[in-house]
């Protein structure tokens, strides 16, 4: 099994955004990063072509 690049990318953002939202409590700058690593899954979702999950997760 082989991952593109695409894929790779949206598995970043999905885990940027658990990290982050795991440890929100603990700084506002994890919020921050949250906030970022939505905007990645909103950006990877356009690229794959699946613009509700794209328009989602930037709302």
Do not use: N, R
């Not at 970043?12 to 939202?21: I, N, P």
């Not at 949250?34 to 997760?57: D, K, M, Y």
């Amino acid at each position: 099994m082989s991952l593109d690049a695409l894929t790779l990318f949206g598995l970043f953002a999905v885990t940027a955004m658990l990290v982050c939202y795991a440890l929100e409590e603990k700084s506002p700058h994890f919020i921050l990063g949250f906030a970022a690593a939505c905007a990645l899954g909103s950006i990877c979702g356009f690229l794959q072509g699946t613009w509700p999950f794209g328009l989602v997760e930037g709302i």
